[in-house]
């Protein structure tokens, strides 16, 4: 059974009494969580509040337990480095997690890729669960460099670990656009592709074990996108900012992906095989693509085909997460077939 992943970064927001509230009511919330998947639950703090978070999370003792991370950390274990926090200090208080190269470290504190690699290989080092932070940003994208900008990042900041560290690392993709008050989130479709790239890339450099590296996305996930983003083939989790700093709003944003992540999962193995199979197998993947974009539209715009029909595709999440896996594009004419016998299908 998959493993779900979601955390929250807090910023250099919520001192530290706003933090040790906020935990107490996150892990009464966590008990609450109805779900059969595994969960693998994160908070990060600010470095002031990393002791009383520590004791919190000790006391309360949460399901899915609450792993504590920092927000940075310097490579070094100790030295003339006035300001930093070394991995020998995060240690002693017992934390799990240390968040590596975040848009913010990178863009207002000029961290290169190169230092965020030495932070990955202490940190890996120290045995904390390491969460790469990777993203183009805007003007990257208009150039149409994200690919090249993602694997240059990867590259570089995961040059030499090694498989056997594997199992501590995870990926967040946030693009840098869409992180913050002014962030546009990133459609679900182009997240997923992104997570595509980054997957392939994980591959290239550490071969098959690679594909078991967990890839969140992050920027601007809310309650209304979240359950799209989630069901995304390639998206193993959410990181999210602003909308998880309200313990019940995080609590309600993680519900409901998890919900519409299990609804989609039992839409796959029934209507989706259903649908390959009727569409002429997966050597006529293309239509499948086409057929989850013309899905869309209906979706969108109801009066195209009755209410009763879209009902009973309640599950064409399932045909989404098919269909994205999938990029031949085929041409007009199997798009307007695929159209008609979905319809048929339907009424
Ligand atoms: P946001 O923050 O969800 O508020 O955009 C995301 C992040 O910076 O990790």
Redesign the pocket.
């Known amino acids: 059974m998959k493993k779900i992943y979601f955390g929250t970064?807090l910023?250099m927001y919520k001192n530290n009494q706003e933090v040790k509230n906020y935990l107490i009511k996150i892990s009464n919330n966590l008990s609450k969580i109805n779900t059969k998947h595994k969960i693998e639950f994160f908070i990060i703090p600010s470095y002031t509040s990393l002791e009383s978070a520590m004791n919190i999370i000790h006391y309360q003792k949460s399901s899915p337990p609450i792993i504590i991370g920092a927000q940075n950390m310097n490579a070094n274990e100790k030295g003339q480095f006035t300001g930093e926090i070394s991995p020998l200090m995060l240690q002693e208080l017992g934390v799990q997690l240390v968040m590596i190269g975040?848009?913010?470290r990178r863009h207002l504190m000029g961290e290169t890729d190169q230092e965020e690699n030495q932070k990955v290989l202490s940190s890996l080092k120290h045995n904390f669960i390491t969460l790469l932070c990777i993203g183009e940003t805007l003007e990257q994208k208009n150039y149409h460099i994200s690919d090249e900008i993602l694997r240059m990042q990867l590259k570089i900041g995961l040059n030499g670990v090694s498989i056997e560290q594997l199992p501590n690392l995870r990926i967040?993709y946030?693009p840098v656009w869409?992180?913050?008050t002014s962030?546009i989130p990133a459609s679900a479709e182009y997240a997923n592709n992104k997570h595509q790239i980054i997957k392939e890339c994980l591959i290239e450099i550490f071969g098959k074990p690679g594909n078991d590296i967990p890839i969140l996305y992050?920027?601007?996930?809310n309650q209304e996108n979240a359950s799209n983003l989630i069901i995304q083939p390639y998206i193993d989790g959410l990181?999210?900012?602003?909308?998880a700093w309200d313990a019940d709003q995080f609590h309600s944003l993680i519900q409901e992906s998890i919900t519409a992540y299990e609804n989609n999962e039992n839409g796959y193995s029934e209507t989706a095989l259903l649908l390959i199979k009727y569409l002429g197998g997966k050597d006529n993947i293309g239509a499948l693509t086409h057929c989850a974009t013309r899905i869309r539209v209906i979706l969108k715009n109801e009066t195209k085909i009755d209410k009763i029909g879209i009902e009973k595709i309640n599950i064409v999440k399932g045909i989404f997460s098919v269909a994205n896996q999938f990029q031949i594009i085929f041409g007009k004419h199997i798009v307007d077939e695929v159209y008609l016998t979905l319809k048929n299908l339907l009424n």
């Open positions: 970064n910023k975040h848009s913010e967040a946030e869409a992180i913050g962030g992050g920027g601007s996930v990181f999210v900012g602003r909308s």
